[in-house]
């Protein structure tokens, strides 16, 4: 069984950084596209960015330039480097592993940027 999990969210004050990491179970992620999404208060969930098998990524508008991920298809796991952070990038960061069949999703981390 396949679980996807979240750490290194918390409060930072605004230009600041924080370090997001997932820890996926199971090898069928290693063949997968993995990426980080969002969701704030009272909106639908978004794509932050996703990199692909082949190390192709795709970052939103909002955080191109100041978010970074990276993976390592070995450990089986996808970070995403976060800085100059403001107060709207605050949302809960859901790690998602997207393979052929369905998707995976972690049960999200806490990220708050204060202003």
């Known amino acids: 069984q396949v679980q996807v999990v979240e750490s290194g969210g918390g409060l930072v004050q605004a230009g600041g950084s924080l370090r997001l990491s997932c820890a996926a179970s199971g090898f069928i992620c290693r063949l997968a596209t993995m990426g980080w999404y969002r969701q704030a208060p009272g909106k639908e969930r978004e794509l932050v960015a996703t990199m692909s098998t082949g190390g192709s990524t795709n970052y939103a508008d909002s955080v191109k330039g100041r978010f970074t991920i990276s993976r390592d298809k070995a450990k089986n796991t996808a970070d995403l480097q976060m800085n100059s952070l403001k107060p709207e990038d605050t949302a809960v960061y859901y790690c998602?592993?997207?393979?052929?069949?369905?998707?995976?999703w972690g049960q999200g981390t806490q990220v708050t940027v204060s202003s």
């Open positions: 998602n592993c997207e393979a052929v069949a369905r998707s995976y």
